[in-house]
């Protein structure tokens, strides 16, 4: 079946440093790769997408590409800020499956 | 502003007793979810319906039960059978379970046990 693989957390670093969260994955066919954000007592938000191999999703400075040959969507940001301190989920969809995610990598940013 | 709306945002339920969590969309979305969070396991699914009176189990159905009478409202009834019912609740909606769809979610309930 499908699976998604995060790194572990948390992930601790200072204001402006570079992130990278990576997420590989198993899945049948072709899926679409998605990374959610969840800020303390609130639900998931789309962060970005990516529907096919070599596509880049970007948003608010966070980017992550779709990579075929390694089965991976690592998510990165160049210079983070204390507001993104959250939890982050990487997760896909197969064919007409339901999502599925990983079990989310916690960033914890200080100023 | 469309999205989703869970209800309460916090819920005590007594040994024995079922509870039901609300969830509404204004989104006009057809399919609906619903999604437990544990700390450490990331979220499992536990329903979802694609279309009005029809839903699927997803991979942690047991003492749960759902229904969906109406496009917008999909409430989760967890009950007595389920006997760690403690966790976060999250209710999400996507335009149709196509594989771009992203999902969107609600701020959740938290239930806990008395």
């Known amino acids: 079946g499908d699976s998604v693989t995060q790194m572990e957390g948390p992930v601790t670093l200072s204001e402006e440093a570079f992130l990278t969260i990576n997420c590989t994955y198993t899945a049948t066919g072709y899926p679409s790769l998605f990374w959610y954000v969840q800020y303390p007592g609130e639900g998931l938000q789309l962060l970005l997408k990516a529907t096919k191999a070599d596509d880049k999703g970007s948003n608010k400075g966070f980017e992550a590409t779709y990579r075929k040959e390694t089965t991976s969507f690592h998510l990165e940001k160049g210079s983070v800020q204390v507001s993104d301190s959250a939890v982050y989920f990487c997760?896909?969809?197969?064919?007409?499956?339901?999502?599925?995610f990983g079990k989310g990598t916690m960033l914890l940013v200080s100023p | 502003d469309g999205g989703i709306t869970q209800s309460p945002k916090y819920l005590f339920r007594k040994e024995g007793q079922n509870v039901t969590l609300s969830c509404e969309q204004n989104?006009?979305?057809?399919?609906m979810y619903w999604y437990r969070q544990d700390p450490g396991q990331g979220l499992r699914l536990i329903y979802y319906s694609q279309i009005v009176n029809d839903f699927q189990k997803g991979d942690i159905a047991e003492g749960y039960s759902v229904s969906r009478e109406k496009k917008e409202s999909f409430p989760l009834t967890v009950t007595s059978a389920q006997k760690n019912p403690t966790a976060f609740y999250l209710c999400?909606?996507?335009?149709?379970?196509?594989?771009?769809?992203?999902?969107?979610f609600g701020d959740g309930t938290r239930l806990s046990i008395l």
């Open positions: 989104l006009n979305h057809d399919a």
């Open positions: 997760g896909l969809v197969s064919g007409y499956s339901t999502l599925t």
């Open positions: 999400a909606s996507s335009e149709e379970t196509v594989i771009d769809q992203p999902q969107h």
